[in-house]
């Protein structure tokens, strides 16, 4: 796949993608527990933008942002870096898990929401190259069109 639109930023999430199924049935604290988690590990994660320059996400989210949430429509590339002894999922479960992660955007003020008119598209990813420093995640932010 080949994605055309313009990176705007990388998050380096130091966190584990887990392939678990909660937060899918009737019982939803566990989903809540896995987003409080998320939002924890995003508050202490740094931010990458294209030119090269590395800032912790609140430095990021009031110099770069200017205290707001991102101004634009984007898409979402979540990228799993395996770890040691980690293997790849199957293609139609890269995305799972990522639910939380990508609704405690919302709750660090990255986001306004992550409907469809704030997040036009969302991919999962895998990555097996670097698995000396896995794993964690890379949730990387592009440009998106504002139709739809």
């Not at 989210?61 to 634009?72: D, M, P, S, Y």
């Not at 002894?85 to 992660?101: I, M, V, Y």
Request: charged share 30%; proline share 3%.
């Amino acid at each position: 796949m080949q994605i055309n639109e313009e990176l705007l930023f990388t998050i380096m999430v130091d966190r584990e993608l887990k392939n678990g199924n909660t937060g899918r049935t009737k019982h939803f604290s566990q989903a809540i527990k896995e987003k409080k988690g998320w939002a924890k590990a995003l508050k202490v994660s740094d931010v990458i933008i294209p030119t090269g320059i590395v800032l912790p996400l609140p430095a990021f989210i009031e110099e770069v942002l200017g205290g707001k949430t991102v101004q634009q429509r984007v898409g979402l590339v979540v990228n799993r870096v395996l770890g040691r002894r980690q293997r790849f999922w199957d293609a139609d479960s890269a995305l799972r898990g990522a639910k939380e992660l990508i609704d405690a955007t919302v709750d660090t003020g990255l986001l306004e929401d992550d409907n469809m008119k704030h997040v036009a598209w969302c991919v999962g990813s895998q990555d097996d190259t670097r698995k000396e420093e896995g794993p964690f995640v890379e949730l990387l932010f592009y440009g998106a069109e504002n139709n739809g």
